[in-house]
């Protein structure tokens, strides 16, 4: 016996908010690198704050290092 086999033809549907998804794109882009610029300056203010509250840079690793050794 012999079996058949129909080709079977599928037509992809057409986006039509492709201008909507870039630009969602856009968005999110821009509010992950706003936030991680923020992130970034409140990591360099705390770090320039650590140095002045413990009277320098060469102080701040002394206190960190017996932080970590204790």
Do not use: E, H, Y
Not at 16 to 21: G, K, L, Q, S
Not at 29 to 54: E, H, N, P, Q, R
């Amino acid at each position: 016996m012999r079996t058949q086999f129909a080709a079977v033809k599928t037509k992809d549907a057409v986006r039509t908010n492709d201008r909507v998804d870039v630009q969602i794109s856009k968005v999110g882009f821009a509010v992950i690198g706003l936030t991680s610029c923020a992130i970034g300056i409140w990591a360099a203010a705390s770090l320039f704050g650590g140095m002045v509250a413990s009277g320098g840079p060469l102080a701040l690793l002394a206190n960190w290092v017996k932080a970590i050794i204790g």
